[in-house]
């Protein structure tokens, strides 16, 4: 059995692979935190070999309600994603699998990865009605990036909206993602109306040093960002902070903080 970790959002320690029936991995904690549920790895072993994975410490997770009727995210693509029953007895998280190919990937929610998010950047700066703007860096170097959707010289109302503040908390930015789709669709006739109107600050990954290092819920310092936003620093919180400056710099009328919910 081969498991790795060793890719952008990965998240599993392995225990002891010897036995394809008695998989015993670990979830690690946030780097500089002790929260921890998220998990992202790759199975690889024989075609037709069954495998039975047990991750040990799913008891100690930050939100063990989430466990019960967990079903884990499963893909031999890394496009298409599907659903796998797992068990959840005496703080151990446990599923199955028959390799139909060698390799597969299981994470907690569907990834959003930061190849696609960049993806999300380029594609949205097409629209016109769009601009694309750094508003500075992370700790881990990652660009804080800013989208400005405005269809109109006069907007009568500003709304802000960040996604992932927890990086663990992937369909934040999948909805983001929605989102856009929706407002830059000129086909959308109740898009394009309310883009007369209204302008959109969007934040599609508050927290991308968290994202790319498997994080559950803080940043590379070990910040949990949501709770940062009464006195943030460049030093622990940069994320935060360079949002909020730009917040306070423009005004807003409708503030959106897009999160996931570890524990439904
Ligand atoms: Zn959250």
């Given at each position: 059995?081969?498991?790795?970790?060793?890719f952008d959002g990965g998240n599993i320690s392995v225990i002891d692979a010897s036995d394809p029936l008695n998989i015993q991995l670990e979830i690690k904690p946030d780097n500089a935190s002790d929260f921890f549920q998220w998990f992202y790895f790759r199975l690889e072993g024989e075609v037709g070999q069954t495998c039975r994975v047990h991750i040990i410490n799913a008891g100690q997770a930050s939100y063990t309600d989430g466990w019960k009727d967990y079903k884990v995210c499963t893909s031999w693509s890394r496009e298409d994603w599907f659903r796998t029953p797992t068990e959840y007895n005496n703080g151990i998280?446990?599923?199955?699998?028959?390799?139909?190919?060698?390799?597969?990937?299981?994470?907690?929610?569907?990834?959003?990865s930061h190849e696609r998010h960049l993806d999300l950047l380029s594609w949205a700066q097409e629209d016109a009605r769009l601009n694309l703007e750094t508003l500075g860096q992370t700790l881990d170097g990652h660009a804080m990036s800013l989208l400005h959707v405005c269809g109109t010289d006069t907007p009568q109302h500003t709304v802000w909206l960040i996604a992932r503040q927890h990086p663990g908390e992937t369909m934040a930015e999948w909805f983001i993602e929605g989102l856009l789709e929706a407002l830059l669709d000129r086909d959308n006739s109740q898009a394009t109306q309310l883009l007369q109107t209204t302008e959109f600050y969007i934040v599609p990954n508050m927290n991308p040093d968290g994202s790319v290092r498997?994080?559950?819920?803080?940043?590379?310092?070990?910040?949990?960002?949501?709770?940062?936003?009464q006195s943030p620093t460049m030093e622990y919180s940069p994320e935060v902070y360079l949002v909020r400056e730009k917040m306070l710099a423009v005004g807003?009328?409708?503030f959106l903080d897009i999160h996931g919910d570890e524990a439904l």
């Open positions: 059995m081969v498991i790795s970790d060793k998280l446990s599923f199955d699998i028959t390799l139909e190919q060698n390799a597969v990937y299981f994470s907690f929610f569907q990834p959003f498997g994080n559950l819920r803080t940043n590379a310092a070990g910040a949990n960002l949501n709770r940062e936003w807003g009328d409708l």
